[in-house]
């Protein structure tokens, strides 16, 4: 993981002072997990969990305030507030402060979208499939959540199909049972399935 964040740390600002990396994946299977421990890794990196940007009413039209509250800041190597969405109140809270620091994670599902991906050094995406991942969401989540899993399948497969985030992902991320193995990405192997690793990339557990 230290290596990774090495890694990461090398790139070039691609927003602002920032290099903003996306850690992208259906939901369940473990971005902000993952995400955290990266972040740890980078020295205590902010992270911006886009569990504070989505609503209800708009569980993946969320891309204006994210630019406004977030992006727009950052490229004016300023520090972004942004207003976190309670999911219990269903209200917006106070805004909260994500410095323009060397390196800024963002993790959720849409995080590699198409409007995002030009500020990004690297979108990282989980390899899990989506039935598995969301069935551990399921899981983790308890019967009380049933019902919105429902809508949120049906809303995840619609957001995907039109704004797929994987194809473009500079890195895989699979998670083992120790650790995380990290695989060159569609978008540097040319479409390549997850098991194909390029000689000179990234293929090694953290």
Same mark, same amino acid.
């Given at each position: 993981m230290h290596d990774l964040a090495a890694r990461l740390h090398g790139l070039p600002p691609s927003l602002g002072p920032?290099?903003?990396? @996306?850690?992208?994946?259906?939901?369940?299977?473990?971005? $902000?997990?993952?995400?955290?421990?990266?972040?740890?890794?980078?020295?205590?990196?902010?992270?911006?969990?886009?569990?504070?940007?989505? $609503?209800?009413?708009?569980?993946?039209?969320?891309?204006?305030?994210?630019?406004?509250?977030?992006?727009?800041?950052? @490229?004016?190597?300023? $520090?972004?507030?942004?207003?976190?969405?309670?999911?219990?109140?269903?209200?917006?809270?106070?805004?909260?402060?994500?410095?323009?620091?060397?390196?800024?994670?963002?993790?959720?599902?849409?995080?590699?979208?198409?409007?995002v991906r030009p500020h990004l050094a690297r979108l990282l995406w989980m390899e899990l499939p989506r039935e598995e991942s969301w069935a551990r969401g399921r899981r983790r989540d308890g019967a009380e959540q049933r019902e919105f899993w429902e809508g949120w399948v049906a809303a995840e497969r619609a957001h995907f199909a039109a704004d797929p985030s994987r194809p473009h992902a500079d890195l895989l991320v699979l998670q083992r049972q120790q650790g995380y193995e990290v695989l060159a990405g569609p978008a540097v192997t040319g479409g390549a399935g997850p098991g194909v690793t390029l000689r000179d990339g990234p293929s090694r557990m953290w």
């Open positions: 920032v290099r903003l990396i @996306a850690v992208d994946g259906h939901a369940g299977s473990g971005k $902000s997990t993952f995400a955290g421990r990266l972040a740890h890794a980078l020295g205590g990196a902010p992270v911006l969990h886009l569990d504070d940007i989505a $609503s209800h009413q708009q569980l993946f039209a969320w891309t204006d305030r994210l630019m406004t509250q977030v992006i727009e800041p950052l @490229a004016r190597g300023e $520090s972004a507030r942004y207003t976190p969405y309670d999911w219990r109140t269903r209200a917006f809270g106070a805004p909260r402060p994500l410095p323009a620091a060397p390196v800024v994670l963002i993790e959720g599902v849409g995080a590699g979208r198409r409007a």
